[in-house]
């Protein structure tokens, strides 16, 4: 709280030093992680991204759950549908949804596209816990290879107003 | 040799109003006593509103008590982000800005009346939100406000006044300290307290013009004036301010590090070189932090987040790591020199933990680093975010930086706010003794009871998980860790606030005369400029327990830090 002496500028003493040194090497260790990881690991934010409006957006979903729907969903009544593997999926998310429901293959790619009708969403997919934010406006593509099998839901984990925790949707995972 | 006592004699123009305080010799502008008091109790106003929504808010996700109806939650979780993590924390700022910028320079509050114009915007702002929030159904928008989401445009309006006030305030406090130099008031460097204000004061410049880029856009959008705004657009901008915003908390959280470490155990700084650097680095690197938010936003590429959200490698954080080891270094050194001598330990075993502003120091700084800054890195690294976003292991990051850590530290120096500025006598004693204890733990048991359930999925802001059928039963016992750990907290708030109220509405004005509350009768303050610099380089008073317990921070650290990279590695491939 005092005013230093009139010449505070003195070289660093042997514990400062250490700890610098030690606290710094730490640092460089923390940042070449992401890009080691960006290279060699397999889990990755994806990047991929499209401008869209509702409407297109809208108008592809609408498409790829005419083409591929198998059944609907015993509780909700919302299609399910099962695209083949390596294909351009669509997920919708709007107030207060996910549609459809996504039927995959496990160990199978797929470029899942997810963009928002109308405000901000959170994609969070449970137990896998992955989570993305979805925004209206933007086709936010994921490239992703289910490596488990059975239900999963997908929460929405961003506040899109007051029906908010009830939007959850639903991937089926089947085994090959 | 530092000196306490200003050598500069003020002038005895009529522009002069001041008092010397007993305690500390300083001199204290009766311009700067009364703006300290009218922002504190602002401070203390908005921690009351915002910590009755606390309750009811933990009550609510605590799932055996479910309290709230659905709205209700959203609207007062929206109330209870802004009241705690603006209006409280900030006017508890600009209450210390007044103080660094005047007091602790020998000088006097050179711009009062534009002081008083950017208070009264902030009150006008601050009270303002609360009512929109409480009162407009459709602005339970959360305290980011995420566009496309749109509130009653007053709503922005409020968050317009405040930042503009608080932009006002700052600048009165650059325009005391370019006064005072050139009054004459004080020579040399400013001192360090001062300097991490002057640190917050800069962060906090930019911070609020980012405010502004982002919310008076969505003012005019609210209004219909401006028909599109992106919000991928709102979003950068909003944390642009929101996030930096935190950090304006943690440089000014840690220049009231230094002074309760002075306060208290009276410390000199091992190395001022050393402490300020760590302050420059905040200064040029903190501002990236906005990334933290935008790690799994569509639009953005891998190397704009790398960059960004690393502070360019981390520079913000070695900044923290620097502070980490020199505050506790300090208080051994000093401690050590008093005799406290034995073993690694001896000088935290003598340290006084019965005085408030010491026990909040040490609660802080622990909650803050341990918890908040090592699950803050690794929360903020690119691609383990993917496991975090969104989830309550954020609230119980910033639960833990903000609460735990910046409203500890305030909380304890307002323990001395109240006999040396209010002149009042601190009532309640034994409780303002145990009061960061509680808070403390309290704190502890909300972040950890976040963080293990957001580990498991539990998504933030969301007023009810089960719903969506997910989650494992374990999230009972987690999300009860929280709800008590908010018990505890709460019950700290309310000593915390019933001590200020018994204080400063009782008793009569009293001439404060002791530095220390409840650990002796000796000054600290004074003490510390009898230390010499042979005092703290004698081998025998070197930081070497501080040394210990740094590099078991940094162990705690890798392995919380490695262990997330593993369960990373155990998820769905994507890219």
Same mark, same amino acid.
């Given at each position: 709280?005092?005013?230093?002496?009139?010449t505070?500028?003195?070289p660093?003493?042997r514990?400062?030093?250490?700890?610098?040194t030690?606290?710094?090497v730490w640092?460089i260790?923390?940042?070449l992680?992401?890009?080691?990881?960006?290279?060699?690991?397999?889990?990755?934010?994806?990047?991929?991204?499209y401008?869209?409006?509702?409407?297109?957006?809208?108008?592809?979903?609408?498409?790829?759950?005419?083409?591929y729907?198998?059944?609907?969903?015993?509780?909700?009544?919302?299609?399910?549908?099962?695209?083949p593997a390596?294909s351009d999926?669509?997920?919708r998310?709007?107030?207060?949804?996910?549609y459809?429901?996504?039927?995959?293959?496990e160990?199978?790619?797929y470029?899942?596209?997810i963009?928002?009708?109308?405000?901000?969403?959170?994609?969070?997919?449970?137990?896998?816990?992955i989570?993305?934010q979805?925004?209206?406006?933007?086709?936010?593509?994921?490239t992703?290879?289910?490596t488990?099998n059975?239900?999963?839901?997908?929460v929405?984990?961003?506040y899109c107003?007051?029906g908010?925790?009830?939007?959850?949707g639903k991937v089926?995972?089947v085994k090959? | 040799?530092?000196?306490?006592a200003?050598t500069?004699?003020?002038t005895?123009?009529?522009?002069?109003?001041?008092?010397?305080?007993?305690?500390?010799?300083l001199?204290?502008?009766?311009?700067?006593?009364?703006?300290?008091?009218?922002?504190a109790?602002?401070?203390?106003?908005?921690?009351?509103?915002?910590?009755?929504?606390?309750l009811?808010?933990?009550?609510?996700?605590?799932?055996?008590?479910h309290?709230?109806?659905?709205?209700?939650?959203?609207?007062?979780?929206t109330l209870?982000?802004?009241?705690?993590?603006?209006?409280?924390i900030?006017?508890?700022?600009?209450?210390g800005?007044?103080?660094?910028?005047?007091?602790?320079?020998?000088?006097?509050?050179?711009?009062?009346k534009?002081?008083?114009?950017?208070f009264?915007l902030?009150t006008?702002g601050g009270?303002m939100?609360?009512?929109v929030?409480?009162f407009?159904?459709?602005?339970?928008v959360?305290?980011?406000a995420?566009?496309?989401l749109?509130a009653?445009?007053?709503?922005?309006l409020?968050y317009?006044?405040?930042?503009?006030?608080?932009?006002?305030?700052?600048?009165t406090f650059?325009?005391?300290i370019?006064?005072a130099?050139?009054?004459?008031?004080?020579t040399?460097?400013?001192?360090?307290?001062?300097f991490?204000?002057m640190?917050?004061?800069?962060?906090?410049?930019?911070?609020l013009l980012?405010?502004?880029?982002?919310?008076?856009?969505a003012?005019?959008w609210?209004?219909?004036?401006?028909?599109?705004?992106?919000?991928?657009?709102y979003?950068n901008?909003?944390?642009?301010?929101?996030?930096?915003?935190q950090?304006v908390?943690?440089?000014?959280?840690?220049?009231?590090?230094?002074?309760?470490a002075?306060m208290?155990?009276?410390?000199?700084?091992?190395?001022e070189?050393?402490s300020?650097l760590a302050f420059?680095?905040?200064?040029?690197?903190?501002?990236l932090?906005?990334?933290? &938010?935008?790690?799994?936003?569509?639009?953005?590429?891998?190397?704009w987040?790398?960059?960004?959200?690393?502070y360019a490698?981390?520079?913000?954080?070695?900044g923290?790591?620097m502070h980490?080891? /020199?505050i506790?270094?300090?208080?051994?050194?000093?401690q050590?020199?008093k005799?406290?001598?034995?073993?690694?330990?001896?000088?935290?075993?003598?340290?006084?933990w019965?005085?408030?502003?010491?026990?909040?120091?040490?609660m /802080?700084m622990?909650?803050f680093?341990?918890i908040g800054?090592?699950?803050g890195?690794?929360?903020?690294?690119?691609?383990?975010?993917?496991l975090? &976003?969104?989830?309550?292991?954020?609230?119980g &990051?910033?639960?833990?930086?903000?609460?735990?850590?910046?409203?500890?530290?305030?909380?304890?120096?307002?323990?001395?706010?109240?006999?040396?500025?209010?002149?009042k006598?601190?009532k309640?004693?034994s409780?303002?003794?145990?009061?960061?204890?509680?808070?403390?733990?309290?704190t502890?048991l909300?972040?950890l009871?976040?963080?293990?359930?957001g580990?498991?999925?539990?998504?933030?802001? &969301?007023?009810?998980?089960?719903?969506?059928?997910?989650?494992?039963?374990?999230v009972?016992?987690?999300l009860a860790?929280?709800?008590?750990?908010?018990?505890?907290?709460?019950?700290?708030?309310?000593?915390?606030i019933?001590?200020v109220?018994?204080?400063?509405?009782?008793?009569?004005?009293?001439?404060?005369?002791?530095m220390?509350?409840?650990?002796?009768t000796?000054?600290p303050?004074?003490?510390?400029?009898?230390?010499?610099?042979?005092?703290m380089?004698?081998p025998?008073n070197?930081?070497?327990?501080t040394?210990?317990?740094?590099?078991?921070?940094?162990?705690?650290f890798?392995?919380?830090?490695? /262990?997330?990279w593993?369960?990373?590695?155990?998820?769905?491939?994507?890219?």
């Open positions: 709280m005092l005013a230093p002496e009139r505070w500028w003195k660093l003493g514990m400062e030093k250490t700890w610098l030690v606290a710094f640092c260790f923390l940042t992680m992401m890009p080691l990881w960006y290279f060699m690991g397999k889990q990755n934010v994806p990047t991929e991204t401008r869209t409006t509702p409407e297109a957006f809208g108008a592809k979903v609408n498409a790829f759950v005419d083409q729907t198998v059944g609907s969903d015993a509780a909700t009544g919302m299609p399910i549908v099962a695209p390596g999926i669509y997920l998310a709007m107030k207060w949804q996910w459809p429901v996504l039927q995959l293959e160990g199978q790619t470029r899942l596209h963009s928002s009708m109308d405000l901000n969403h959170g994609f969070s997919l449970q137990p896998v816990n989570n993305l979805i925004l209206p406006g933007y086709d936010y593509v994921a992703i290879v289910p488990t059975g239900d999963f839901t997908i929405c984990n961003e107003d007051v908010h925790h009830t939007m959850a089926i995972v090959k | 040799m530092a000196t306490l200003p500069t004699p003020w005895s123009s009529a522009k002069d109003d001041y008092r010397v305080c007993g305690v500390t010799t001199k204290v502008d009766m311009h700067t006593e009364r703006l300290i008091i009218a922002n109790v602002m401070a203390v106003v908005c921690l009351l509103l915002g910590g009755i929504a606390a009811l808010i933990a009550l609510t996700r605590w799932q055996v008590f309290l709230l109806p659905a709205d209700w939650f959203y609207r007062l979780l209870h982000g802004i009241d705690m993590l603006v209006a409280w900030v006017f508890f700022e600009m209450a800005l007044h103080f660094g910028s005047t007091a602790l320079l020998n000088a006097r509050h050179a711009a009062p534009l002081a008083w114009f950017g009264i902030m006008v009270l939100v609360n009512g929030v409480l407009d159904p459709n602005s339970s959360m305290f980011s995420y566009v496309p749109k009653h445009p007053l709503f922005y409020s317009i006044l405040f930042a503009v006030g608080a932009l006002i305030t700052v600048a650059f325009i005391n370019v006064v130099k050139r009054e004459g008031r004080f040399g460097s400013l001192p360090l307290v001062v991490g204000l640190t917050a004061a800069i962060l906090a410049v930019y911070t980012e405010g502004a880029a982002a919310i008076v856009p003012f005019f609210s209004m219909g004036i401006l028909k599109n705004y992106d919000p991928g657009i979003r901008f909003f944390w642009g301010f929101g996030h930096p915003a950090q908390n943690l440089a000014a959280m840690v220049a009231i590090w230094y002074a309760l002075q208290t155990t009276g410390i000199r700084p091992i190395n070189k050393f300020r420059i680095l905040y200064l040029f690197f903190i501002n932090g906005s990334a933290h &938010h935008l790690l799994v936003d569509p639009g953005l590429s891998f190397a987040k790398a960059v960004n959200t690393s490698m981390y520079l913000a954080v070695l923290s790591m980490a080891f /020199s506790p270094a300090a208080i051994e050194v000093a050590r020199a005799g406290h001598n034995k073993g690694l330990f001896g000088w935290l075993r003598n340290a006084p019965g005085e408030p502003g010491f026990a909040a120091l040490i /802080s622990i909650i680093g341990w800054g090592v699950t890195v690794t929360i903020g690294t690119e691609q383990i975010n993917m975090a &976003h969104n989830t309550l292991r954020l609230p &990051h910033f639960h833990a930086t903000v609460v735990g850590g910046t409203t500890t530290a305030f909380m304890g120096f307002t323990y001395y706010v109240i006999p040396l500025i209010f002149r006598e601190l309640l004693k409780w303002a003794k145990l009061q960061p204890y509680v808070f403390g733990f309290g502890i909300v972040s009871g976040m963080i293990t359930s580990l498991q999925g539990v998504a933030r802001r &969301h007023w009810d998980i089960t719903f969506a059928g997910v989650v494992p039963g374990t009972n016992i987690t860790i929280f709800g008590i750990g908010a018990l505890i907290a709460v019950t700290g708030g309310i000593m915390y019933t001590i109220l018994a204080s400063i509405l009782t008793g009569p004005r009293l001439e404060a005369d002791n220390l509350l409840t650990t002796g000796n000054n303050l004074l003490e510390s400029t009898k230390l010499t610099d042979e005092m380089e004698r025998q070197q930081p070497k327990g040394l210990v317990l740094v590099f078991a921070f940094l162990a705690w890798a392995i919380y830090y490695l /262990s997330n593993w369960l990373l590695g155990r998820t769905w491939f994507i890219k």
